[in-house]
Each structure stands twice: as structure tokens, then as C-alpha cells.
């Protein structure tokens, strides 16, 4: 019985039919690998053919592996700062650990939304044993202080008002730089090999920096008595 | 990690997927190449030409299938067979004729009785392999990208030998009706 069906559909079932009537007279797969004897050119081209793929899937499953990896590490990263304890914990992690491994010199970027116009003095109410006021100039919009020892030792102060942006080039490879707060102040802490410390740190809108050669906890002391004059 | 990743490439099925597939049909290619020459070292070349073809798209080739990979064994193998002996030969060959009269690869909108299956089947076995196999390849569902990368031919060659294929056919069955 006949019936109409598309040109496609024709060629399909010929082409089907004509390779089916092909294969059924093909002797066994088994029987034909066992009597064909190849060369040993052939053998050694072959194996070079097989040794190539195999290389080729190496590194495809490499790749994949490397990209699963990714992904997986991107997914639970992901996952992990959607919660704000976990976000908080892996900022740390990355600004105190991740960039100390790898940086040798880091920056920093301050950050403030208001701020005064000018600084036009401050007091010092406390200072480290025998260092005394040296030098006392304007620092743009704040100012600057410097104090020395009898050891011509060092100890400046700049206090300005923070608007932001300003950048902070820090050596990481001979000191260590972490994160502080002091009575909620946010601010960068960085003590050197040497025995010279730093902490810049921002309250209100005013940026402190203090450095010198005397101990950390003395630095802490001397921005704790700072008190600004607008 | 790193050992977890370089023993997962050590593995010894991973590895010998082509040399088992090499066994497996060695055979079969050296049987269709020998019915295309009787010159065994023209045979032995068509094997290798056909193994660097089907190794190189090895992700394209269905192994898990046995019918499907013998019959798409016996296909590229049969046209790479010709197209060695053609290059070899220095006999004309398809790529050099002008495809200008390409226009689309859609099949003409007509309908055939299934009692001219048989003279469709002898057309085909007629036809010029290097029209007849790239047709053929697109009748069992590889795209025409899939086609071009088991022939080593452009896509475009490929669009141009399916339409050509199919003019032939539709041309000689309207002057057998």
C-alpha cells in the first residue's frame, strides 16, 4: 500500500534503507579487526593519532575541572557574603590577610560624607617623655605638628578635615598594616620593623595622622588627647 | 586537589577510550578501504586519513550506539576513501566546481509516493558519493558544522553538496515519473 510523504522524509527512508541493506553485508566487527594486520608505519602513525587525543582530552579535562573548581569556589563565596557576619568576617580576612600576603605596598582610600571646611588649630594633650613641639605649619585645609627628642626622633601629627579620596601609600613588606577602630573610628594601623608607627584614622569628619619612632600604645595615647580648634 | 585532578587523567578507561574504539573499528575502515582500492598501502593511508578525521571529532561520535557509530564509521570512512584516491589521483575534484547556483539548503516542497522509495534508493546509489554522503549525514541528524568537521570541508561546502544532492535527486525522480 502506498502513501504520500514529504521529499525529506523520502530521502531519509531511502538513505536508511540503503545503509541498512550496506551494513547487513559487512562481516562481523570482531572478524574484521582480527584479520586486518596493519603496517608498523601504520601502527607508529596510529599511535601518534591516539597519542595526540589523549593529550588533547588531558588538558579538556583539566580545564574542566579547573572551571568546575571556579565556579564552585565563586558559588560559596557568593553564598557566604550574602550573610552580613560572614561579609563582614571575609572583608577582614581579605584586607588584612589576603592583601598582606601578596602586596608588597598597599593603598588606601579614605571615605567621608561630611566633613569641615577647615581645621584652624589643635591641642596636644599629651605627648610622649621629652619630645617637644619643633615645627607647626598650615597643612592645606588643616595643620601640621611636628615634635623631636633629644635623640632627634620624630613624632608629626596632621589633623585636616577627611573629604575623601585621599590615597595612602603604605610599605606592607616591612611593616604590618591592619584595620582599627577607636571608640568607633575607623582607621589603618601600621607598625614597621624599624620601630616607626603609624595610625591614620578618621572621626567626624577629620583625618588624624600620627607617626613616629615611640611605641604604638603612645601613638594611641596622643590622638586620644587631640582636641581640634574649627 | 592537584593529585585528585592528575589521577582522575590517569584513568586507564578515560585513557584507552580511543585505542578501544581504534580496535573496534580498524577492521571495519581497512575492509571499506579496501573495496576502494586494491593497492594495500593506498588502503593503509585511507585508514589513517579516516582515523585522524574520526579521532579529532571523537566528542561528536555517539560510541554507546554500536549501529550508529559502525554506520557513521562506514560513511566517513567511504568518503574519505574517495576523496584520497580523487586528491591523490589528481582527478577533479567537487570543491573545484563553482557554487554560485547555491540558493538554500530547504528540501522542495513535494510530496513523493512511498512506492518510489526504490527508485529514490537507486538514484542514490548512483549519485556521487561526495554529494550522496553529506546528504546522507544530515538524513541521520548531524548539524551541518558536525557534517563539515567529520569531512575536514567547509560548512558552506557542506550547505552547497546537501542542495546540490537534493537537486539531483529531485531531478532524476521527476524524469523517472
Redesign the interface.
Given at each position: 500500500m502506498?502513501?504520500?510523504?514529504?521529499?525529506?522524509?523520502?530521502?531519509?527512508?531511502?538513505?536508511?534503507?540503503?545503509?541498512r541493506q550496506?551494513?547487513s553485508a559487512?562481516?562481523d566487527?570482531?572478524?574484521?579487526?582480527?584479520?586486518?594486520s596493519?603496517?608498523p608505519?601504520?601502527v607508529n602513525?596510529?599511535d601518534a593519532?591516539?597519542y595526540t587525543?589523549?593529550r588533547k582530552?588531558?588538558r579538556t579535562?583539566?580545564l574542566k575541572?579547573i572551571a568546575r573548581?571556579a565556579a564552585a569556589i565563586i558559588i560559596v563565596f557568593t553564598l557566604l557574603s550574602a550573610h552580613p557576619t560572614v561579609a563582614t568576617a571575609m572583608k577582614k580576612i581579605f584586607s588584612q590577610t589576603v592583601v598582606q600576603w601578596f602586596d608588597k605596598y598597599i593603598s588606601i582610600e579614605t571615605q567621608a560624607d561630611t566633613y569641615p571646611q577647615q581645621i584652624t588649630d589643635f591641642t596636644v594633650g599629651y605627648m610622649t617623655d621629652d619630645f617637644v613641639l619643633v615645627e607647626e605649619s598650615q597643612y592645606g585645609a588643616g595643620i601640621y605638628k611636628l615634635y623631636e627628642n633629644v635623640n632627634n626622633d620624630l613624632v608629626s601629627i596632621i589633623v585636616k578635615p577627611d573629604m575623601g579620596g585621599d590615597l595612602f601609600g603604605l610599605d606592607n613588606e616591612h611593616s604590618k598594616t591592619l584595620e582599627i577602630v577607636i571608640s568607633g573610628a575607623k582607621g589603618i594601623k601600621m607598625c614597621s620593623e624599624d620601630g616607626y608607627n603609624l595610625l591614620i584614622i578618621s572621626s567626624h569628619g577629620i583625618q588624624y595622622t600620627v607617626e613616629g619612632f615611640v611605641e604604638f600604645d603612645e601613638i594611641i595615647k596622643i590622638y586620644e588627647k587631640i582636641k581640634i580648634s574649627l | 586537589m592537584l593529585l585528585f585532578y592528575l589521577s582522575a587523567f590517569d584513568d586507564d578507561k578515560e585513557k584507552s577510550r580511543f585505542r578501544k574504539f581504534y580496535n573496534k573499528y580498524s577492521g571495519l575502515v581497512y575492509y571499506v578501504a579496501t573495496q576502494l582500492t586494491d593497492v594495500h598501502s593506498e588502503a593503509e593511508d585511507i585508514v589513517h586519513e579516516t582515523f585522524l578525521r574520526l579521532i579529532s571529532n571523537f566528542d561528536l561520535i555517539r560510541t554507546e550506539n554500536e549501529k550508529e557509530t559502525t554506520s557513521l564509521v562506514y560513511t566517513v570512512t567511504r568518503y574519505c576513501g574517495i576523496d584520497w584516491l580523487r586528491k591523490n589521483k589528481r582527478e577533479l575534484l567537487i570543491d573545484d566546481l563553482p557554487s554560485e547556483e547555491f540558493a538554500d539548503e530547504t528540501a522542495p516542497d513535494i510530496m513523493v509516493d512511498t512506492v518510489y522509495i526504490n527508485d529514490i534508493m537507486a538514484i542514490i546509489a548512483d549519485m556521487d558519493p561526495m554529494y550522496a554522503i553529506p546528504l546522507q549525514l544530515k538524513t541521520e541528524g548531524y548539524t551541518i558544522s558536525e557534517i563539515a568537521s567529520f569531512l575536514g570541508i567547509t560548512a558552506e561546502n557542506v550547505k552547497v553538496r546537501i542542495h546540490r544532492a537534493r537537486k539531483i535527486l529531485k531531478d532524476r525522480l521527476e524524469a523517472k515519473l
Amino acid at each position: 500500500m502506498s502513501e504520500k510523504v514529504t521529499f525529506d522524509t523520502a530521502i531519509s527512508t531511502a538513505f536508511r534503507q540503503l545503509q541498512r541493506q550496506t551494513l547487513s553485508a559487512i562481516p562481523d566487527l570482531a572478524l574484521l579487526s582480527a584479520a586486518f594486520s596493519p603496517s608498523p608505519a601504520l601502527v607508529n602513525k596510529t599511535d601518534a593519532i591516539i597519542y595526540t587525543a589523549e593529550r588533547k582530552q588531558k588538558r579538556t579535562i583539566l580545564l574542566k575541572y579547573i572551571a568546575r573548581t571556579a565556579a564552585a569556589i565563586i558559588i560559596v563565596f557568593t553564598l557566604l557574603s550574602a550573610h552580613p557576619t560572614v561579609a563582614t568576617a571575609m572583608k577582614k580576612i581579605f584586607s588584612q590577610t589576603v592583601v598582606q600576603w601578596f602586596d608588597k605596598y598597599i593603598s588606601i582610600e579614605t571615605q567621608a560624607d561630611t566633613y569641615p571646611q577647615q581645621i584652624t588649630d589643635f591641642t596636644v594633650g599629651y605627648m610622649t617623655d621629652d619630645f617637644v613641639l619643633v615645627e607647626e605649619s598650615q597643612y592645606g585645609a588643616g595643620i601640621y605638628k611636628l615634635y623631636e627628642n633629644v635623640n632627634n626622633d620624630l613624632v608629626s601629627i596632621i589633623v585636616k578635615p577627611d573629604m575623601g579620596g585621599d590615597l595612602f601609600g603604605l610599605d606592607n613588606e616591612h611593616s604590618k598594616t591592619l584595620e582599627i577602630v577607636i571608640s568607633g573610628a575607623k582607621g589603618i594601623k601600621m607598625c614597621s620593623e624599624d620601630g616607626y608607627n603609624l595610625l591614620i584614622i578618621s572621626s567626624h569628619g577629620i583625618q588624624y595622622t600620627v607617626e613616629g619612632f615611640v611605641e604604638f600604645d603612645e601613638i594611641i595615647k596622643i590622638y586620644e588627647k587631640i582636641k581640634i580648634s574649627l | 586537589m592537584l593529585l585528585f585532578y592528575l589521577s582522575a587523567f590517569d584513568d586507564d578507561k578515560e585513557k584507552s577510550r580511543f585505542r578501544k574504539f581504534y580496535n573496534k573499528y580498524s577492521g571495519l575502515v581497512y575492509y571499506v578501504a579496501t573495496q576502494l582500492t586494491d593497492v594495500h598501502s593506498e588502503a593503509e593511508d585511507i585508514v589513517h586519513e579516516t582515523f585522524l578525521r574520526l579521532i579529532s571529532n571523537f566528542d561528536l561520535i555517539r560510541t554507546e550506539n554500536e549501529k550508529e557509530t559502525t554506520s557513521l564509521v562506514y560513511t566517513v570512512t567511504r568518503y574519505c576513501g574517495i576523496d584520497w584516491l580523487r586528491k591523490n589521483k589528481r582527478e577533479l575534484l567537487i570543491d573545484d566546481l563553482p557554487s554560485e547556483e547555491f540558493a538554500d539548503e530547504t528540501a522542495p516542497d513535494i510530496m513523493v509516493d512511498t512506492v518510489y522509495i526504490n527508485d529514490i534508493m537507486a538514484i542514490i546509489a548512483d549519485m556521487d558519493p561526495m554529494y550522496a554522503i553529506p546528504l546522507q549525514l544530515k538524513t541521520e541528524g548531524y548539524t551541518i558544522s558536525e557534517i563539515a568537521s567529520f569531512l575536514g570541508i567547509t560548512a558552506e561546502n557542506v550547505k552547497v553538496r546537501i542542495h546540490r544532492a537534493r537537486k539531483i535527486l529531485k531531478d532524476r525522480l521527476e524524469a523517472k515519473l
